[in-house]
């Protein structure tokens, strides 16, 4: 394949793919075309930002989706990677993700990316991401804010366990065994971009 004739662009600067992109990204993880079309309408310059992967003839080969991480302000989270399933196995992926970086460091002017996957931590790995602990891409992140709840609640428990002292309760009963999972964990993984 002639990497030469690829482009990786914003869904957001090109409409047209809207309705493919959707149907390539529904082939893989089934979701309502409402619910699909309304999260990638969301793409714009900053984050939420959806990168689709075209040749010269601008038909869709890939998608890849990157969002805000509220703790993380310098990073950024990928949402989905996903080449269209004819084109799979031709490096595509390795390709987008290159892209997708370069995109991350001198466009949006960040210094990390995150991810999670089912599966395909080698193909990460061999891209230079390093697994992580869990990270959340929702909420708001105040650093006074946890070392007060923190506080509230030591004091809580220091008061729990002044009561516990004049009353013993019976110990707990144990924990129900663990389900068993067949499949995989969701691994995170990040990658430094400087």
Known sequence: MDFGDLRVVALHKHPECLIACCDMINDEWP??????????QSSCDSLPTSLILINKDKMLLGHCKLS????????????????TKSMR????GTFLMNKVE????????LDMIHLSTHGQQDFYSKLGYVVCHPISIY?????????????KKETFASKAKAANEKIKAPPPPPPPPAPVNDKPDKIFMFKKLF
């Open 68 to 83: 805000r991480i509220p703790s993380f302000p310098k990073s950024c989270f990928v949402e989905t990677v996903v080449i």
């Open 139 to 151: 909420g708001n992140y105040k650093q006074n804010e946890t070392v007060n709840v923190k506080s």
């Open 31 to 40: 979701r309502s075309l409402t619910a699909r079309l309304n999260s990638l």
């Open 102 to 109: 370069e995109y991350c460091k001198n466009t949006l002017k």
């Open 89 to 92: 196995g031709k490096k595509l």
